[in-house]
Structure formats: C-alpha cells, structure tokens
C-alpha cells in the first residue's frame, strides 16, 4: 500500500477499487485523492493496479491482479490482450454485451461533460451503441504490423513504439490470419518500418511493406475493389477504407436516414474521401440533384474521381474543407451536408461556415466522442441542435466507437 500523502511512482503496485469508465479502455480510481487510470478493469472491481506512467495530476496503471471480479468480466481470447504485452485490443476482458455499454457510457460522459448536453437531453437521444454483423472476431480486414529491429512483424504494446511479436491476430479478418507475414511462419521483414495487409469486400488479398510512409504491395494486387452502397470500388490497397466488412454499408444506411436526401436536392459530402457517402447521396437526389464531395487527399481525390465518373451530378473538390468553405470553393445553397472529419473533430471555423451555409440538416460521421461532443457545443452555440444519435461498433473489442449525428438548425 502507498504511504498517504505520497504520490504513486512507476512500477508500484496497489490496490485499489476500480470506478467509472473512460476514455481510452480506461476506468478511473482514486487512491489517495490521486486519480489512477486503470485499463484491463472494470467498474466496481478490486484489483492490484501496476502503474505505467506518472503524469501531473494522474497516473496510469494496468489491472495485473484481479482480486474481485466484476460479473462482466470474461478471459481473453487473445493470449496477448493482457498488461505489457499487445496494445490493439483494450477490451477483450470485457463480456461483448458489456462492451456495447461500456461505449455508450463513454459517449455519454463527453457529451455531458464536452457537449454541455443535459441529463434531458441525454435522455431523449436513448444514447446506445450498436453491434455490427459477424462477432467480435475476425473482423478487422486492414491490419498493419509493426516491424522490430529483427525485421520480425507484430503489434505494439500500449502508448509504445515497443514491438510485441505475436504468431495471430484475432480481432484480424480470416483471410489475413494465414498470412505467413507473423514471425512464427519464418517471415522476415528486414527492408520495412509496417508490413499493411487487407482482405478487401471485394475477395482480394494484398501484403504490402511500409517503408517511410510508402507501401510497396510485394504479394497480391496494387488495386483492390471494395462493395459496398450497390456499388463495386476501386481504389489502391493502401488508401482509406472502412476495416469492418460491414462498416461502410451500415453507415450509408444510418446516414441516409439521418438527412433524407430527396430528388433535385443539393448536397455535400465533407471529408468525402473515395466517394461513399457522395454516391449514396446522388441516388437519392437523382439526375436533377448535385452533390459536391470535398477531400483533400490525393488517394482518395483520385479513387472518388474514378469511382464516381459516371454519376454527373457528382463535383469532386481536392481542397482542405476549410479551405473550400472559407474560400468559397464551394457555394450554397446546399440542402443537406455529410461531415466525416479525422478523429481532431471538423472543428469550429468549419462548423460555423456550415451553419452560415443553411442547410436544412447535417449528418456528423464521428470516430471520436470527444470531438463530436466539441463540436456539438459548437453547434448549439449557434442554435443548432443534435436531434438524434445512434453508435455502431464497428471496432469490437477495442474502445473505438462510431457515432452518427442528426443535427437541426433554429426552427
């Protein structure tokens, strides 16, 4: 036990008992006065928590001893989900059920404490999050391994450039499980920083090695093509793409029952990145309608081009989505808007050329809370608000979450 009055110091052991949830896969304690994030834990357990790092004002810790168990507590399948070994996963202690909780609480704790949302309000949105198809395994069909100084491929340990070799993946798609790229095949990457591997919805498989940022396909094609939203995709094995099989079809189908799109509407597709919000989008307003898709990525400018050229009324802008609205690269009047910013969130210069865009409704795609709850905020200080919010996990086992935001402008 710490000393009281003393502040807790790396590699010390304690135990204490383990509180709410947060973000990052921790749950938070107190010892002493001093908060403790502690991962592999669960609300209400007691546990011996080995600390990690020392910070001012908190400390980190991981759950290395378990001595009363929380009922949602479950044994990892992965025998390297655990403290010190592999970082990807930060839930596999976790029942899947209790996952989907877990989340939703995350969501609601940053929009009450970022968003400034009332318990009411919180209330009428029924924050939840959903399960997508296939389980909580064999799912993530992008996967980058780390490569250590032996040129062996793993993943890393939490918060650390430390390579932990491992022989599988689980949370990885069945196609790249086989892969002989992991150590144990004999696979040897001595030439990389990552080997990229990806099984795409379209049945291509594609090994690539990372070298300062550019990955050279070395087995399977350069090109993989993607299904998804009644369309067939194109687009290079190393550009962005949703890494649930079931993500990119579930986000079209809540986002186009967010906004409604109707014929002859206009619309914009922010942080557009290959197109698939922007082709959903051009069904629905039809021949008559427009539909501006704004990226500023070369890939996914380029895969948008190619995979949209026959929807005409589809504009692809490569700009900075700041950039095109303060510069007027884009102009109204637009009906309705798809923002999916970078996890940093779409932030409020955007939002606020938004609102001063008018449209009728805007569908935020967020993969941070945090973010999504600031720029909630943001919203509501200019008289918006968010009408409806459902959550998908489309990163099982990990403490990732997606969300999809209905937001109104002032009556």
Known sequence: MTEPGRGLEEAERV??????????????????????????????????????????GFVRADAVTVLAAAPERVEPPCPYAKPGRCGGCDLQHVAPAAQLEWKAAVVREQLTRLGGLT??????????????????????SRVRYAVDAAG??????????????????????????????????????????AVDTVASTGGDVTVSTVAEGVATPVDGPAEVREVAAGREWTLPASAFWQVHPAAADTLVGAVLAAVEPRPGESAWDLYGGAGLF????????????????VESAAQGVAAARRNLRDLRQVEVVAARVETALVRRRITGPVDVVVLDPP?????????????????????YVACDPAAFARDV???????????????????????????????????
């Open 119 to 140: 318990p009411d309000e919180l209330d009428r949105l029924g924050v939840r999050v959903e399960a997508l198809p296939g389980g909580p395994l064999g799912w993530r």
């Open 377 to 411: 905020r943001t919203f509501a200080g200019l008289g918006w608000r968010l009408a409806t919010l459902r959550g998908f996990d489309l990163f099982p086992m990990t403490q990732h979450v997606e969300l999809v935001g209905l937001l109104l402008p002032p009556d």
């Open 343 to 363: 996890r940093s969130g779409a932030g409020g210069r955007v939002v606020r050329e938004l609102a001063a865009a008018g449209p009728r409704a805007v569908a």
């Open 15 to 56: 135990e204490l008992t383990v509180g709410a949830v947060a973000p990052g896969g921790h749950c938070v304690a107190r010892v002493d006065g001093q908060v403790v994030f502690v991962r592999h834990a669960l609300p209400g357990e007691r546990v011996v928590a080995e600390v990690t790092e020392v910070h001012k």
């Open 278 to 293: 922007a082709a959903a989008l051009a069904d629905r307003v039809g021949a008559d309608g427009r539909v501006t898709l």
């Open 152 to 193: 062996r491929a793993g993943l890393l340990k939490h918060r650390s450039h430390e390579v932990v070799p491992i022989d599988r993946c689980l949370i990885a798609h069945p196609a790249i499980q086989e892969l002989p790229v992991l150590t144990p095949s004999g696979a040897r990457w001595p030439e990389g920083d």
